[in-house]
């Protein structure tokens, strides 16, 4: 099927550190979502994007949906051992309801 | 509240069995929607329904059957699996299923093995 390409794949960072992952695509999204998910689990919403140059924070998370609307953003600042996740990115499909998820970024936090 | 609810947790089936994964949403949504997910693999669009009418089949085999008795509940009714359809099965809800960019909400999911 379908899916964003997100990077990087994979991260691992020491405990205070800052993040960032990022999503493009060669398609236009009306919707940018942020989730995580911990093993077994499902995704967790994280941050919602409805509008090109959207910047949104979430605590110390923050998003933005980029201006051409093919792509998007995620900043976790001061990282802490609980954020140690899968992250992905997932764009709504212009009037459909069709969300295609990125390939995922596997964050490791190391104390 | 944003809650979503799969049962079971856990399901092991032949390949030869007939079960059914539910899903149940109380917070008045109109869409739901079932996703697959293979191990260290995004989720997959399964289905889409929209005020209890099927919308989307991403052309899903006819072995998954799935069914909306209701706007809260949608099940997944699942015969001769092949051990391939081992995966995470996932549910997921939004407010309206208008395709104006609704925010999706997804249970726990069902972890199925397929022997």
């Known amino acids: 099927g379908q899916q964003l390409n997100q990077s990087p794949q994979s991260m691992f960072i020491q405990e205070g550190e800052d993040v960032s992952m990022n999503c493009t695509s060669s398609s236009i999204f009306n919707t940018w979502l942020w989730y995580k998910q911990d093993p077994g689990e499902g995704p967790v919403l994280l941050i919602a994007l409805y509008k090109a140059g959207e910047l949104t924070s979430n605590g110390r998370l923050t998003a933005q949906f980029g201006i051409t609307r093919k792509d998007s953003f995620l900043n976790i600042s001061a990282s802490i051992p609980s954020d140690v996740g899968i992250y992905f990115c997932?764009?709504?499909?212009?009037?459909?309801?069709?969300?295609?998820f990125g390939t995922g970024t596997r964050l490791q936090v190391f104390p | 509240d944003t809650e979503v609810t799969q049962t079971p947790k856990h399901l092991v089936m032949g390949m030869t069995n007939k079960k059914s994964l539910k899903c149940e949403q109380h917070m008045g949504h109109r869409a739901m929607y079932w996703y697959k997910q293979k191990a260290k693999k995004p989720p997959e669009l399964m289905f889409v329904?929209?005020?209890?009418?099927l919308s989307i089949n991403e052309s899903v085999p006819s072995r998954f059957s799935p069914e909306c008795p209701n706007s809260s509940l949608l099940n997944l009714h699942l015969h001769a699996l092949q051990p391939e359809d081992s995966a995470l099965y996932l549910c997921a809800s939004s407010q309206w299923g208008t395709g104006l960019g609704e925010t999706q909400y997804f249970g726990p999911g069902t972890r199925l093995l397929v022997l």
């Open positions: 997932a764009g709504l499909i212009y009037n459909t309801d069709k969300l295609i």
């Open positions: 329904y929209s005020y209890e009418k």
